[in-house]
């Protein structure tokens, strides 16, 4: 069965870090774009950033630009987001997902994890 | 960037009935890389539609999209009860990728 699982969410004070994981089974993980998706509490879907196969391209929305990094380890089917400088804004569901596209190339999102929370208060 | 806009914000309809979705985009969405996605309450998104018309494996033949360039439709024949739901579309074209605002699909 194909499938992602994300942990390392939290409740943590603005300003300070998170790492998020998400790791990968029953499908190639390191043939593929991964990206991670968040949800603000009764918002809607916004897309955070994706990280190419071999780690050589990475996008980011402008809002984390300079705050989260997107990183993987192929080799441990795992993606991870380290968040600097929280905000409260930032609190959300965040979710892996993968796109699945043939050769490795953009597709839609056709695994997803079941999201980890992260609340930013004081 | 690209802006995707769903309308409408919601619709309400009953079992049976026959849903239309419509998502404009703010430019042009390269190669018709545009997906459609179902979210229940405390769920994931489930990927039902992707390059605009393609439904993903094992996906009912009650869903069906269509569009290009700016405008895009998933439609659902026949309303079940499962069906009830948020949809989002979403295009993949051209960074950063975006969502849309969401429709949601009420029991009427």
């Known amino acids: 069965e194909e499938q992602m699982v994300e942990s390392g969410g939290g409740l943590v004070q603005p300003g300070g870090s998170l790492r998020l994981s998400c790791v990968g089974s029953?499908?190639?993980?390191?043939?593929?774009?991964m990206n991670w998706v968040r949800q603000a509490p009764g918002k809607g879907l916004e897309w955070v950033a994706n990280?190419?196969?071999?780690?050589?391209?990475?996008f980011y929305v402008d809002s984390v630009k300079g705050r989260f990094t997107i990183s993987r380890d192929n080799a441990k089917n795992t993606l991870y987001l380290q968040m600097n400088s929280l905000r409260v804004e930032d609190t959300a569901v965040y979710y892996c997902?993968?796109?699945?596209?043939?050769?490795?190339?953009?597709?839609?999102?056709?695994?997803w994890g079941q999201g980890t929370m992260v609340m930013v208060s004081s | 960037e690209i802006v995707l806009t769903q309308s409408p914000g919601t619709l309400s309809l009953s079992p049976g009935e026959r849903a239309t979705l419509s998502c404009r985009a703010s430019?042009?969405?390269?190669?018709?890389?545009l997906g459609w996605y179902q979210q229940k309450p405390g769920q994931a998104p489930r990927l039902l539609i992707y390059?605009?018309?393609r439904r993903a494996t094992g996906i009912p033949d009650r869903f069906s999209a269509s569009g290009s360039g700016t405008d895009f439709t998933l439609t659902i024949s026949r309303l079940e009860p499962e069906d009830f739901a948020v949809y989002y579309c979403?295009?993949?074209?051209?960074?950063?990728?975006?969502f849309g605002q969401g429709t949601k699909v009420e029991i009427k």
């Open positions: 390059d605009a018309s």
């Open positions: 997902a993968t796109e699945g596209g043939v050769a490795g190339g953009h597709s839609a999102f056709d695994i």
């Open positions: 979403q295009q993949y074209g051209t960074s950063p990728w975006a």
């Open positions: 430019q042009s969405v390269n190669y018709r890389y």
């Open positions: 990280i190419k196969k071999d780690e050589s391209e990475k």
């Open positions: 029953g499908f190639r993980f390191s043939g593929y774009w």
